[in-house]
């Protein structure tokens, strides 16, 4: 079992930057692949970026460029550094957590990212 908990989400104004953090507990972090989604009101959730055990990334098109996933199996989190930030990255995001092995996800709560123009 493994317990996500994101935090870093705010209010930014348009071409500002934010750090968002998961941090992992409860299981050997790096046995997860993980991932950052998003979802904003009536659309569904959506893949921002992922790292994979091995530490190999990728992102979703609307982010490339702008967006870097990183992780520290040292903390046992992982990171979202997003840059160039627009209103339509305003979405609560979510870190999750998929085993190698099983593939089975689990998933944080949440982060609310609000991007004003």
């Known amino acids: 079992q493994v317990q996500l908990v994101e935090s870093g989400g705010g209010l930014v104004q348009a071409g500002g930057s934010l750090r968002l953090s998961c941090a992992a507990s409860g299981s050997i972090f790096s046995r997860y692949d993980m991932g950052w989604h998003r979802q904003s009101p009536g659309k569904q959730r959506e893949l921002v970026a992922a790292i994979s055990s091995g530490g190999r990334t990728t992102y979703a098109d609307s982010v490339k460029g702008r967006v870097t996933i990183s992780r520290d199996n040292a903390k046992n989190t992982v990171y979202l550094q997003m840059n160039s930030l627009k209103p339509e990255d305003t979405a609560v995001y979510y870190c999750?957590?998929?085993?190698?092995?099983?593939?089975?996800?689990?998933w944080g709560q949440g982060t609310q990212v609000t991007v004003s123009s």
């Open positions: 999750n957590a998929v085993r190698v092995t099983t593939r089975y996800a689990y």
